[in-house]
């Protein structure tokens, strides 16, 4: 299958790998969490993880294994796993993996709440240095002989910094350290990162491939690029025959496992049936969200707008080498006479609501919402002015959306 396009693919794997009861073309999902073995041994060996199989839920269930394999071949990886949200992905990877006196180099544009994570890392004993990922060299200067791990996101949010993968990859190649990447922002239809040699791609599922604001998920898949053998963290009880599941074989047991934000089989198949449509949905929000961006652009109550699919972005050459579409996040800076509250308000289309990768557009005033706790030194540390909007553009047609903006600014 892996010679078939993208939604082919994706929408005719689930059938090939896996076994689906009655010819049912969804995973059944069960309410079971526990499973029951006729045979003692069978028990036994499928928890030393020499049989396939479920124990309890915590750990696995059918359709979690299935939104896992779907999602590793996807990105032609090694394997994947899912967790309750995007946050529980990340928070569970980094526990499993560093440890206290580890240094790792962190995005100084990342998500709030991995930026406020990265607090308890460091409470936690974890060194951490945060960086201007645009540009490979402030990484380069960084690194330590404990930098156990490079983490940064594809395209940041609010401001749209897009982070020097390629650069990155060869970086961390040469040290030999984890490359960890969020790539929510660009979905493996838009981003191919085995390309700039990512190691680990979490993302939160809850975005694009949810896709419609009812369900929360979480994934984490190895490339399959790292060679964990020299990586001094990997418990011995976790060095498995095959070497290349070390990484996620103590994710699954350290992270998944004893910290338990495991994805529930309820929400594993409301997010496979969101990614069958992942390329259809990115697409018509990635072209909104380039016609939009270009509209407000040149509108006189719109002082900046923040996109990497304009050509005046600082990352747009970066961004046109990694993405084949430059993403549904932008943001605006309006006119210093105009208020963002009163804009906002005037808006009938867009929703006013945080939350991102939706199929309806929303918009959020961002310094007073999601950057609040960050105080505005912060704020200024990462780009984020005090009047920034942030629009996560959805599938509408796209005259509509224009024309609710259009009214929304022309009231100021
Ligand atoms: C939303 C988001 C997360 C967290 O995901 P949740 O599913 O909300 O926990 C992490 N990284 C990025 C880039 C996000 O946009």
């Not at 029951?36 to 199989?53: C, S």
């Not at 709440?113 to 945060?130: K, W, Y």
Request: glycine share 8%; hydrophobic share 40%; charged share 20%.
């Amino acid at each position: 299958m892996t010679n078939k396009g993208f939604t082919t693919q994706l929408i005719h794997a689930d059938r090939q790998l896996n076994t689906i009861e009655h010819g049912g073309v969804h995973t059944s999902t069960t309410q079971s969490v526990l499973f029951n073995f006729d045979r003692a041994q069978d028990l036994i060996d499928v928890f030393q993880g020499k049989q396939a199989g479920h124990v309890y839920s915590r750990s696995s269930s059918g359709a979690v294994t299935a939104l896992q394999n779907m999602l590793n071949q996807l990105e032609g990886g090694v394997g994947a796993l899912c967790f309750s949200t995007g946050m529980a992905a990340i928070a569970s990877t980094l526990f499993s993996l560093i440890r206290a006196g580890d240094h790792i180099i962190v995005s100084r544009f990342l998500f709030g709440n991995s930026r406020s994570f990265m607090n308890t890392l460091a409470d936690l004993g974890v060194q951490i240095s945060f960086v201007d990922v645009t540009d490979v060299r402030c990484i380069e200067a960084l690194y330590q002989p404990n930098t156990k791990m490079v983490f940064c996101e594809t395209i940041a949010n609010p401001v749209t910094q897009v982070s020097d993968c390629e650069a990155i990859g060869r970086f961390c190649q040469e040290k030999n350290i984890v490359f960890m990447l969020d790539t929510t922002m660009t979905p493996c239809y838009i981003f191919d990162a085995k390309k700039v040699h990512a190691s680990l791609l979490v993302s939160s599922l809850t975005k694009y491939v949810g896709g419609h604001g009812n369900v929360l998920g979480g994934a984490v898949v190895d490339s399959g690029l790292y060679d964990w053998q020299t990586f001094s963290n990997i418990h011995a009880e976790y060095r498995v025959a095959d070497t290349s599941q070390w990484g996620l074989t103590q994710i699954k047991k350290r992270g998944l496992r004893d910290i338990g934000a495991t994805l529930s089989p309820d929400s594993a198949s409301r997010l496979s049936i969101g990614l069958e449509t992942l390329a259809l949905r990115m697409s018509r929000a990635c072209d909104n969200a380039l016609q939009l961006a270009t509209w407000l652009n040149s509108h006189e109550k719109v002082d900046k707008v923040y996109y990497p699919g304009l050509a005046d972005h600082p990352q747009h050459f970066i961004a046109r080498s990694l993405f084949s579409e430059f993403g549904a996040i932008l943001s605006i800076e309006l006119a210093p006479d105009a208020d963002p509250c009163v804009f906002l308000d005037r808006l009938q289309l867009v929703l006013c609501a945080t939350h991102l990768g939706d199929t309806r557009t929303l918009a959020l005033p961002v310094a007073s919402t999601i950057y609040y706790e960050n105080g505005p030194d912060g704020r200024a540390d990462m780009g984020i002015a005090e009047n920034l909007i942030r629009i996560s553009v959805g599938i509408e047609d796209i005259d509509d959306l224009i024309a609710d903006f259009e009214q929304g600014l022309n009231a100021q």
